[in-house]
């Protein structure tokens, strides 16, 4: 994992040579696309830093208050807006000796809010099969036919 990250980071041989202006092929261009789009979904592939977003969703808010909206000691938050920030999913300002963190991109409650509202229509749909599930299941003192 350590080793996708740094690549993230520090990008490809393949996007660096597009940055540095060298030919590259469609598909390597395609890739470079793709490696970028995956990069971004892998930074928010974690539970605490969701939970962070989620609270970085409802305005900006310092370190302190994101602690205390999501219920995760500060070292475990500072290293989760550490990489959002690096990500650029996260913008951070100091005012004296506090920092405070707002959403860098103003989509990113849209894409945040569609994902939320995808899964919760799948629940939904499920939540009928769970009760047909629960019908065929015999309950105390009752016999399987």
């Excluded at 994992?1 to 390597?28: C, F, H, P, V």
């Excluded at 999913?89 to 000796?97: E, I, K, L, T, V």
């Excluded at 405070?100 to 989509?107: F, K, L, M, S």
Aim: charged content about 25%; some cysteine; aromatic content about 4%.
């Amino acid at each position: 994992m350590r080793s996708d990250y740094l690549t993230w980071i520090n990008g490809s041989d393949r996007q660096r040579r597009m940055l540095a202006g060298m030919k590259t092929s469609a598909s390597e261009l395609d890739d470079a696309v793709f490696d970028a789009v995956a990069g971004y979904f892998a930074a928010l592939a974690e539970p605490t830093r969701l939970r962070i977003m989620h609270a970085l969703c409802r305005g900006e808010r310092s370190v302190g208050r994101i602690v205390a909206d999501t219920g995760v000691s500060q070292t475990t938050v500072s290293r989760h807006l550490a990489r959002l920030h690096r990500h650029g999913m996260a913008r951070r300002r100091r005012d004296g000796n506090q920092v405070y963190y707002r959403i860098a991109d103003e989509t990113m409650p849209a894409v945040c809010r569609a994902v939320c509202n995808r899964i919760a229509h799948a629940m939904d749909e499920r939540r009928p099969l769970r009760r047909q599930l629960l019908a065929l299941i015999p309950g105390p003192g009752q016999r399987v036919a």
